[in-house]
């Protein structure tokens, strides 16, 4: 294994200039998730914007389980930020494949409108709802973040057994809460798997010299 590669390095003449690069895509792609937001809670008002039957939505329960869906998701966010900064080979390669995903999600939350599912559980009126709700407006559906997003650092992450397995188990957790709160439907959440794999082969691709930083820590 090379020698230890640090957050420093990150800031050195050679690796600063892909710092900014991820910085500003992942700037970018919050102001296109924004915005993607905005039209589709729009969109949302009109009424055209109806909600369709969903063979699972159909035939389970409502379940609040608004304490995974915002509480724990917004921790996970807080730790995954904190486990990627301790590992600094990862940072600019994850970053970037962070905001492609999210910038193909605003894409599809543009085109695709189908209002929510009228039993869905709507967030509270708490600080964490909040920022839940700033962030996701609940009309973004296509395709689930919640399992998605885990799903596409797990790739990043395969061939660190633990933290690969816990990813896929997080996801499944908030798969499974997203659909019993009828908050997605049952394809945003199926399909997210092979978006996130399609994204990060993607990020493979367009970001090279990022990945090739991350196996080199590896050999």
């Known amino acids: ?10 800031f050195s003449r050679k690796r600063l200039p892909s710092l900014i ?3 500003a895509l992942l700037g970018a792609s919050y102001i296109a998730e924004h915005f993607a937001n905005i039209y589709a809670f729009d969109y949302s008002q009109r009424p055209t914007s109806n909600y369709v039957g969903d063979l699972v939505l159909d035939n389970i329960p409502v379940v609040d389980l608004s304490f995974i869906i915002i509480e724990v998701a917004l921790v996970a966010i ?26 193909i999600r605003a894409v599809f939350i543009s085109l695709t409108h ?3 599912h009228p039993e869905n559980i709507a967030p509270g009126l708490g600080l964490f709802d ?10 973004g559906l296509f395709f689930s973040g919640h399992t998605g997003l ?8 395969w061939d660190n057994r633990r933290v690969r397995n816990t990813l896929i188990a997080l996801s499944f957790i908030f798969a ?5 709160a ?38």
């Open 1 to 10: 294994m090379q020698a230890d590669f640090t957050l420093r390095d990150l």
């Open 130 to 139: 909040s920022i839940y709700t700033y962030l996701n407006f609940q009309t």
């Open 182 to 219: 009828h908050i997605h439907y049952s394809i945003d959440v199926l399909a997210a798997p092979f978006m996130a794999y399609g994204i990060f082969k993607i990020a493979l691709y367009l970001f090279p010299r990022d990945w090739e930083l991350i196996e080199s820590g590896q050999k």
């Open 114 to 116: 189908v209002g929510i």
């Open 78 to 103: 807080v730790l995954g930020t904190l486990f990627v900064l301790s590992r600094p080979r990862y940072l600019l390669f994850t970053l970037k494949a962070i905001a492609l995903f999210i910038i």
């Open 21 to 23: 690069g991820a910085l």
């Open 150 to 157: 885990p799903f596409l650092v797990a790739f990043i992450f």
């Open 176 to 180: 499974v809460a997203v659909l019993l």
